[in-house]
């Protein structure tokens, strides 16, 4: 693939409407908080009280990390919600960035009731901005246009690049005995405040792109606004409040392992009614019956993969931290900036997968959508037991090079790019037309019940249980590649059995 040269491609830049621009930025550095702090998050927990952390075991260190990013997937739908039918899209990713600011902030307090809070402030604002700010993207091209597919890969970098980058800096001085844990997460509290500040400032460009809600849209369609909207809204934000409030009272008991059980029984529970309706009082016609049942099949991979991608902020965060040799040159690296090589690795290579799959389709070879999502399982086995040979080492007390780490990020990257962007577009495709934004919600589902999942699986990588980590490797071995295998041979007859729906 040969780049295009730098006059077009500048100019292919600036023929992209300006409030792209205002949006990339308030996303890279909404995304620089994040995954700063996300870096920061099971180090900071596992830490001895005398050096600045919480002193939490494993167990229950890596459940609260699993319930933290599974939430941030389940309030994105009220959060679209909210957009749709009270605030409008523009007003929800300012007001939500001002949260996750406050949140990050809170975080930045040097006491314990504070952690709680400021998790609490980061997962409703990320809830609020996350869905949103995508779709004001779509709003900014007109329907059909084919710059559309070329604003969103723009818009993508962004995110990247912001992943990237957090860490970097969150970690450096987050770790460092100069600053603390809490300039990290005050580093993250600032780049959310940079992103809102220059959305604040070119905020004009976006003009009317999820400017009103669904009720206030100047486009001739109008219905009435619900009208129990806010006080649902401050019952459900109320309640979570007072929740909060009793648990750190102690009138509440809180365990966070059994409440992460409990949640994934809850995620699957409700995934697993909805189903059922659809299936009983969708009105389907036999075609989209099978393309229901592909797209059961769709979800359970999907949590079945982040289950064990999301081992990077947790197992795989410590495993960096306390088994790998960071010493390079006299520097020791900072454990999270482990955390920056998945969406290093992102912009590298997203380029060179897209033009795979573009040159595949040319010759009628590109693989359907379970194809992918097999691959993409395999890949995250194939990281695992590049994990599973380092693990020998660590159960012999020998520390290991970053290098064994790098190439499970690679993998696990190349694994993302297989099924990641796949999903999202062949459950627009096999959905029933009047189920797509259900559907859409299930699968933001699937990939709370995989974070979950992940949380709790990483609770049995602690040191107590350090022989048993081959095995644990190789158990997830087994799963994510079987799984992959037998979608990517059972991925004709999946084929088939939609009526060839891509």
Not at 204 to 215: E, Q, S, T, V
Not at 346 to 355: Q, R, V, W
Not at 479 to 487: E, K, Y
């Amino acid at each position: 693939m040969t780049s295009p040269p730098a006059g077009n491609f500048l100019q292919d830049l600036a023929n992209h409407p300006r409030g792209l621009y205002t949006l990339f930025f308030t996303e890279m550095w909404e995304r620089f908080s994040y995954y700063g702090m996300r870096a920061l998050l099971v180090l900071f927990m596992t830490v001895p009280l005398a050096g600045g952390g919480m002193g939490l075991d494993d167990v229950t260190a890596t459940a609260i990390y699993g319930i933290y990013t599974a939430a941030v997937y389940v309030v994105a739908l009220p959060g679209g919600w909210i957009a749709d039918r009270l605030l409008g899209a523009q007003q929800s990713v300012w007001y939500g960035g001002i949260i996750i600011m406050l949140g990050h902030f809170t975080l930045a307090i040097p006491a314990t009731p504070t952690f709680g809070i400021g998790l609490m402030l980061v997962v409703l604002g990320t809830g609020l901005l996350k869905p949103n700010i995508s779709s004001i993207v779509g709003e900014l091209y007109p329907e059909g246009s084919s710059a559309r597919t070329a604003g969103f890969t723009i818009f993508y970098m962004g995110i990247n690049l912001g992943a990237m980058i957090g860490p970097l800096i969150c970690s450096t001085l987050g770790e460092s005995e100069r600053f603390g844990w809490h300039y990290g997460f005050a580093a993250a509290g600032v780049g959310m405040l940079l992103g809102l500040t220059q959305f604040y400032f070119t905020r004009r460009h976006l003009g009317d792109a999820g400017r009103f809600p669904d009720h206030l849209r100047p486009n001739g369609k109008t219905r009435a606004a619900p009208r129990y909207g806010w006080p649902v809204v401050g019952a459900g934000v109320g309640l979570v409040i007072c929740t909060c409030l009793l648990i750190f009272a102690d009138v509440i008991g809180f365990n966070p392992i059994g409440f992460a059980k409990i949640t994934t029984w809850i995620i699957a529970a409700i995934a697993a009614l909805y189903f059922t309706y659809v299936f009983n009082f969708g009105g389907l016609d036999t075609r989209e019956r099978h393309c229901v049942w592909v797209i059961v099949v769709l979800v359970i991979a999907e949590a079945v993969f982040w289950s064990g991608f999301e081992q990077a902020g947790s197992s795989l965060n410590l495993f960096a931290e306390r088994y790998t040799d960071r010493l390079v040159l006299g520097f020791e690296i900072p454990t999270g900036w482990f955390q920056s090589l998945n969406p290093l690795f992102i912009l590298i290579l997203s380029p060179f997968f897209a033009a795979l799959w573009v040159n595949l389709g040319r010759r009628n070879l590109d693989p359907s959508a379970p194809a992918k999502f097999g691959l993409g399982l395999i890949q995250i086995g194939l990281g695992f037991l590049v994990m599973y040979f380092a693990s020998h080492y660590v159960v012999r007390g020998e520390s290991v090079l970053p290098t064994w780490l790098i190439l499970t990020y690679l993998l696990h990257t190349t694994g993302e790019l297989c099924l990641s962007p796949v999903g999202l577009s062949a459950v627009s495709s096999l959905a029933p037309k009047r189920f797509v934004s259900q559907m859409m919600g299930v699968w933001f589902l699937g990939s709370a019940l995989g974070d979950i999942i992940a949380g709790l699986l990483a609770g049995r990588f602690n040191q107590d249980n350090l022989g048993d980590m081959p095995g644990l490797y190789l158990q997830i071995i087994s799963l994510s590649v079987g799984a992959g295998l037998l979608l990517l041979f059972s991925s004709g007859a999946i084929k088939r059995f939609t009526g060839g729906v891509k």
